[in-house]
């Protein structure tokens, strides 16, 4: 247990289907990040909110919208995706810079992934 | 950030030390090694990072060369349950939330 939860852990859905991911973290950080996992694929940077606020987009395709409504919960919402879209959808957060402790070291903790296909 | 280069794969016999090399010889000065692990479908887990001294802590040990070109992250007595992919990741310190980059890794397998 990491301290982030992801839900739902499967998701199966069609193109023209509108589903949202979840993220919720435990540990009290503000940084939240979506990456994605393709098969076979290096983990990619979707994107990253700080103190709720996105700060990085990584050309992501529109249809993905990130929705950061607090520091704790991070979600995904997907709508007319594609099949190539099916992937491993992971969320990690962390410290913000300035606080203590060795974990502000850019030291991501990571949940456990949405597995996400597209039909 | 700078690039990294691993091996794709290696092998260690269970209770043996498991030491994956990193080459990252374009690091800036202000750039930190950080080593992480994926073990299959889970999500990526912290091992260990540092920036020009060598690092310890329960799970690993970090060998970083004084010219900071190159790393060794060592298990000390690999288990099974170590399998995994190992990643090395160079990035700077920004003072942000900032963005891990993820390489292929080194795959590693733990054997009998």
């Known amino acids: 247990e990491t301290g982030v939860t992801q839900t739902p852990r499967h998701l199966v859905m069609g193109m023209t289907n509108k589903k949202s991911l979840k993220c919720e973290q435990h540990l009290g950080h503000n940084a939240m990040y979506w990456y994605k996992q393709s098969a076979k694929k290096p983990l990619e940077l979707m994107f990253v909110y700080n103190f709720k606020e996105q700060t990085e987009n990584n050309s992501v395709p529109s249809r993905f919208s990130p929705e950061c409504p607090n520091s704790s919960h991070l979600f995904l919402h997907l709508h007319t995706l594609q099949p190539e879209d099916s992937a491993l959808y992971l969320c990690?957060?962390?410290?913000?810079?300035?606080?203590?402790?060795?974990?502000?070291?850019?030291?991501?903790?990571f949940g456990p992934g949405t597995r996400l296909t597209v039909l | 950030d700078a690039k990294t280069t691993q091996p794709p794969s290696m092998d260690c016999a269970e209770g043996r030390a498991a030491n994956l090399p990193c080459n990252h010889s374009?690091?800036?000065?202000?750039?930190?090694v950080y080593w992480y692990r994926q073990i299959h479908s889970q999500g990526p887990q912290y091992i260990i990072h540092?920036?020009?001294n060598n690092e310890t802590n329960e799970m690993a040990s970090l060998i970083i060369t004084e010219d900071r070109k190159s790393s060794t992250l060592i298990l000390p007595h690999a288990t099974l349950r170590d399998t995994a992919v190992y990643y090395c990741?160079?990035?700077?310190?920004?003072?942000?939330?900032?963005?891990?980059?993820f390489g292929t890794g080194t795959r590693l397998q733990v054997t009998l």
């Open positions: 990741i160079v990035r700077a310190f920004t003072g942000t939330a900032s963005k891990l980059t």
């Open positions: 374009t690091i800036s000065g202000n750039e930190y």
């Open positions: 540092g920036l020009k």
């Open positions: 990690a957060s962390s410290h913000p810079t300035g606080t203590s402790g060795r974990t502000s070291y850019n030291e991501q903790f």
